[in-house]
């Protein structure tokens, strides 16, 4: 049980800073309420009121709100700056991909297209499946993400990744996974009624097993997901 | 200039009148009266959204079987007591309308702002008594609006009450009609009572406060109305805007927000966010103002800083225009315009932390009396601090990534506006209830509603920081539905089990303000030794406030254990010998 009382099991190559990150939070967080919580009971209980006793006439204290003003600007300016550099690792810089698929959100499901044989996204051979996506582990995955419909959000919790897909753009994403095994995919932004349930498995397999997914693929690609469906609440 | 408007109101009201039924409790103009309109529709609408978020503890515990005791909904609500994908979606939907716009702000800003502003500015009234009337009843009718969408064709609107578009835009999306539009008209109308009322309030703060009411004199909890008002008058014109066009797109073939016909989903979200966060603040900053006086009347000491804490409520106001993108790390948007807001995020948690040292500052030797009002306030302050703190996981755009749309967010707003704006609520309830009704509260059915809330309340929402930690998403129907979900059901049986425990202890609050009603004591005028000039009027007060001529201030409202008097308060219209000589020495 207690192993679930923290985050999913990593397994991308950003994750560990993201986790840092948080750590960091926590650990500032915990010394500042329990100071906070501890001064606070400590007045409570000493200045209780008894009969016949005065409280202490203290207007305020200009030189404790200056201390306590740039104590907390310096603290959080610090961590802003922080998380920026980690932020732009992850959002804006990125490595080149080896990897490329498209993803779309749609109600309810999320379709997959990988660029056929000639390797190219884009073109008359590019073959889509729904909810399964494979990947091979350490390679660079980069995904064009968009919807047919509403807004989704493509959330791998074990990779940290969230991103929304937005109906009208096209938008950027990668993540390098770093241990095989089946992961979930589920959607994390409200999509309607399906929006529970609606979920993509994430397999990571070695660069072989990969290979010889693809070539099964290849040779028996599924029927192409039918227009009517999507948007189609009953 | 404030005394002339003040004589000119009072002599309207001093010619003797008998106002009948109608004119006193149902059209009234006179704002105490219309303060308490607020505050019953408001306690009304809690049961209803109180309701719904049981459900959805039910439905998140026990997923998909039957809620004992909801065998008589009808189809297609319910299935023989288990609520069906859509219901729940509505369900959180209504539930979070209804309490941000129905129970938090009709409390905070209808009812005690209509409620304590002339009271404590020493006015007659409001400055514009018929707006006043109107701006409750427009809101009344907002609220048959929104509630009559339980009744339409599709049930009412189930897109959340950010209500993203295109999934909002687009009927067939959610498979909700008129649900979706009578929401969209009922929040535009409720803006325009909101805009009556702020532009009410406004006015009459800076206009009709008593002679010697200077700003630095008054009490924190009209400086946050103040503030609150302004907030309201600038942000909630941009919702009605949003609103409106997304009606046109629903009604009109407009594609204001639809990428089909060249509009932009993320529009809706830079208009929802830039009225939203200053929304966050006008829940929370009159909340704020209330614990600040209550805090100083039970402490029995001046409020640490004032002036600090005006500025530090002028600073939030001022920032909440500047953090909306804070809402959108994962939405799209630009991440260099992210890493703005990130740092605009953390600036904003700067004033708040002034505040909650201001707060310990004024327990700082005094002589703290333990009354419901008092714990109602303190769990206020210690709440708080947990909202906040939270604050800074989602301020920092990593982090973001990982908890955005988790239950990590459902505890921190939570936190912010159950733990928060809602303890500020019981606080201001009992600590004017005498003021208001002219009783006193039971004390000791307060503390037992207290300690029932404080402890539920924590079980309830704390846990819910370890659900989004797992990547439990939000408004999900059935976490039971993945597998990476699953080792953590107990926990959120507990939760389940907590609210219904946290629910249930509000009937104790509700059976309170009944019974003090009809039996509590007697109020005197002044039950709390307070200093503001609410307490120097009986309770209730009559029409018109003041029996006699309107109070005049000479000192701030913190004057608690002044070493100019033997009491422990010095109440601001209290003439004393040599007070100026006092002044002349504090000011040296």
Redesign the interface.
């Known amino acids: 049980?207690l192993e679930?009382?923290?985050?999913?099991h990593d397994i991308s190559t950003?994750g560990p800073?993201?986790d840092w990150?948080?750590e960091l939070?926590f650990w500032?967080?915990l010394v500042?309420?329990t100071a906070?919580?501890i001064?606070?009971v400590v007045?409570?209980i000493r200045?209780?009121?008894?009969p016949g006793?005065?409280?202490?006439?203290?207007?305020?204290?200009s030189r404790?709100?200056i201390i306590?003003?740039t104590a907390?600007?310096a603290i959080?300016?610090v961590?802003?700056f922080m998380?920026?550099s980690?932020?732009?690792d992850?959002?804006?810089h990125g490595p080149p991909g080896q990897v490329f698929y498209a993803v779309t959100g749609k109600?309810f499901n999320w379709e997959f297209t990988y660029p056929g044989p000639d390797g190219k996204l884009g073109t008359k051979d590019d073959i889509i499946v729904e909810n399964e996506l494979h990947v091979p582990v350490n390679k660079v995955v980069r995904v064009d993400l968009t919807s047919k419909?509403?807004?989704h959000?493509f959330?791998i919790?074990?990779m940290?990744?969230?991103?929304?897909a937005?109906?009208?753009?096209i938008?950027h994403v990668w993540f390098e996974a770093t241990e095989t095994g089946q992961?979930?995919i589920?959607?994390?932004?409200?999509?309607?009624?399906?929006?529970?349930?609606m979920?993509g498995n994430l397999t990571v397999e070695s660069q072989e097993d990969f290979d010889k997914w693809l070539k099964d693929l290849y040779a028996n690609p599924p029927a192409p997901p039918s227009a009517t469906e999507g948007?189609?609440?009953? | 200039m404030s005394s002339t408007a003040a004589v000119a109101v009072h002599g309207a009201h001093a010619e003797p009148h008998a106002p009948g039924f109608w004119r006193t409790y149902i059209f009234s103009e006179d704002h105490k009266m219309i303060g308490k309109q607020f505050l019953f529709m408001a306690l009304f609408m809690m049961a209803i959204g109180g309701l719904m978020a049981m459900l959805m503890r039910w439905e998140l515990a026990w997923p998909e079987t039957q809620v004992p005791g909801f065998h008589w909904v009808p189809e297609p609500f319910m299935y023989e007591g288990a609520i069906?994908?859509?219901t729940?979606?509505a369900m959180f939907t209504m539930h979070a309308t209804i309490m941000i716009f129905f129970v938090v702000m009709p409390i905070l800003v209808g009812c005690f702002g209509n409620f304590l502003i002339p009271l404590m500015i020493g006015a007659r009234d409001m400055a514009f008594p018929k707006l006043n009337m109107l701006s409750f009843w427009t809101g009344a009718v907002a609220g048959v609006i929104l509630l009559s969408s339980f009744f339409v064709t599709g049930g009412p609107a189930?897109?959340?009450w950010t209500s993203?578009a295109?999934?909002s835009a687009v009927p067939?999306?959610?498979?909700v009609d008129w649900g979706q539009n009578l929401w969209c008209i009922s929040i535009i109308v409720l803006g325009a009572s909101s805009l009556m009322g702020s532009i009410n309030y406004i006015t009459t703060i800076i206009n009709m406060r008593t002679k010697g009411m200077y700003f630095f004199r008054l009490p924190l909890t009209i400086w946050s109305l103040f503030i609150t008002a302004i907030l309201l008058l600038l942000a909630l014109p941009v919702l009605t805007t949003a609103i409106a066009l997304l009606l046109f797109d629903r009604l009109g073939g407009t594609h204001f927000f639809l990428?089909?016909g060249g509009?932009?989903?993320?529009l809706w979200q830079h208009l929802f966010w830039f009225f939203g966060h200053p929304e966050v603040y006008i829940m929370i900053l009159p909340a704020m103002g209330i614990a600040s006086d209550v805090i100083s009347t039970f402490?029995?000491?001046?409020i640490?800083?004032?002036?600090?804490m005006a500025y530090a409520m002028i600073a939030i106001a001022g920032l909440s225009w500047i953090v909306w993108g804070h809402h959108m790390f994962?939405?799209?948007m630009d991440?260099?315009l992210?890493?703005g807001f990130?740092?605009t995020t953390?600036?904003i948690?700067?004033p708040s932390?002034?505040k909650?040292?201001?707060w310990?500052?004024t327990?700082?030797?005094?002589?703290?009396?333990?009354t419901t009002a008092m714990m109602n306030a303190?769990a206020f302050?210690?709440m708080f601090?947990?909202g906040g703190?939270?604050g800074?996981?989602m301020?920092?755009?990593?982090?973001d990534?990982?908890i955005?749309?988790?239950y990590f967010i459902v505890a921190h707003i939570h936190y912010v506006l159950f733990g928060g704006s809602l303890f500020g609520v019981f606080a201001g309830i009992t600590y004017w209830y005498p003021k208001m009704f002219g009783r006193m509260m039971n004390e000791r059915l307060g503390k037992i509603h207290f300690w029932i809330t404080f402890v539920s309340f924590n079980c309830t929402f704390f846990p819910m920081h370890?659900l989004g930690?797992?990547?439990h998403?939000r408004?999900?129907?059935?976490p039971q539905?993945?597998?990476?979900l699953k080792?953590?059901i107990?926990i959120n049986e507990f939760i389940s089990i907590s609210a219904f425990v946290l629910g249930a202890a509000q009937f104790l609050l509700l059976a309170n303000i009944i019974w003090s009603y009809f039996k509590g004591a007697k109020a005197t005028e002044n039950p709390w030794h307070a200093n503001t000039l609410e307490w120097t009027t009986p309770s209730p007060p009559p029409h018109g406030n003041w029996p006699g001529t309107v109070p005049i201030v000479y000192r701030g409202p913190y004057e608690?254990?002044?070493?100019e008097v033997a009491e422990?308060y010095l109440p601001q219209s209290q003439l004393i010998e040599h007070h100026r000589d006092a002044a002349d020495r504090r000011s040296r």
């Open positions: 049980m679930y009382l923290y985050f999913p950003f800073q993201i990150l948080f939070i500032i967080v500042v309420w906070v919580m001064t606070m007045f409570m200045y209780r009121a008894r006793r005065k409280a202490e006439y203290i207007e305020g204290n404790l709100e306590w003003t907390t600007a959080l300016i961590l802003a998380s920026r980690t932020w732009a992850i959002k804006e109600q419909d509403v807004i959000s959330y919790p074990n940290r990744l969230r991103q929304d937005v109906p009208g753009r938008i992961y979930e589920p959607c994390s932004q409200l999509c309607g009624f399906g929006h529970s349930g979920k948007a189609s609440p009953k | 069906p994908p859509n729940y979606n189930a897109a959340g993203y295109p999934l067939i999306y959610t498979g990428p089909a509009g932009e989903p993320l402490s029995r000491k001046p640490f800083g004032y002036r600090a994962v939405s799209g991440p260099v992210g890493s990130m740092i953390m600036i948690g700067v932390a002034i909650t040292f201001n310990l500052g327990l700082y030797k005094g002589n703290i009396h333990y303190l302050v210690a601090v947990i703190l939270s800074i996981w301020a920092c755009t990593p982090v990534m990982y955005h749309d988790t370890i930690m797992a990547g998403m408004r999900i129907y059935n539905q993945y597998d990476f080792p953590i107990p608690y254990s002044s070493p422990d």
